[in-house]
Structures are given as structure tokens and as C-alpha cells.
């Protein structure tokens, strides 16, 4: 059997995210009552689209500090915006699927290739309603790595904020 397993990941890291020109925030909801987006946060029905990273710096330019904050609601984190298809491009990108697998499912299997695991993963997820779960995973796997970014001496950031 053939399958074309590299058209599968085409570069989701560069999936767009919509995020209110106003406010920057994420929380865009449709609207069909005007057919337009709008934003929860403000009312604004003006925006904008970019990827994530891009998206984050926008947002720390302008109100000097990361979405994630470390005392903060999870459920506020980015991640919990993504579509499923930006959180596999994620994984498949960024983080270490095994991991993050094992995070959720102990067993899972760990000879199959990065894109199966990714595919078989994101089946589970969806059989199990465990896609929350995994957003979880991902924001603790960032919060406990914060070096994921190369080169950028952020040593500035506190980590000293743990919960008890
Ligand atoms: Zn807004």
C-alpha cells in the first residue's frame, strides 16, 4: 500500500490564527446575526489574521508581556485557540510527540513513524474527547520549557511561580 504521507504535513506552523485588530485578543466568534466576526472581548468587528508566533509577539509589543501569563487561567493560553489541524502542525513542528502522546495515553506505541504517531494520536484524541487533555499536555510541556525558542537569551522570565 502506498500512501502519500508527505503531503499530510503541510506547514501548519504557519497556520493562521484570527485575532481582533482593537484588542489583539483571540476571542473571535462569528456572528450570523451581522455576518461578520467579532470580538467577545471589546465588540470590534475589525480583524485581523497571522500565525501564532506572530501573534504572540504582536501582543507582548504592545502590552509588554507574554498571553500566557504564569498565574493565569490555562484555558486563556493560545493553545486552547488553536484548530486541530494547528495543534498537529504544532506537534509535529515544535514538540516531542512521544512525549506528549505518553503524556495522555501511558501505552501508547512508540515505534511508529512522527507522522502516524501524530495521525494515531489525534484518532484516540478524538475517540476519547480528550483533546482538551492534550491542550493541558501542551501548556505544561511549555510552561516546563520555556527554552523551546533558539538563541533568545529570555532569561528575564520567572519561573520561580509554581502552583502548590
Ligand atoms: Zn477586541
Known sequence: MESPANKTFIDYDSEPVKYCSRCYSLKIKYI??????????????DTAETTIDKWEKLYEDRYGQKFVQPSGNPRNSPIFKLSISALKGLIFNKMPYKRIARALYPNFPLHLSKADSIVLLFD????????????FALINFLKTNKNGRDKEG???????NKKG
Open 124 to 135: 484516540k484524541i478524538s475517540k476519547d474527547n480528550k483533546l482538551d487533555d492534550l491542550r
Open 32 to 45: 450570523e446575526a451581522i455576518h461578520s466576526d467579532c470580538c467577545s472581548v471589546c465588540g470590534c468587528t
Open 154 to 160: 529570555t532569561s528575564g522570565r520567572n519561573e520561580a
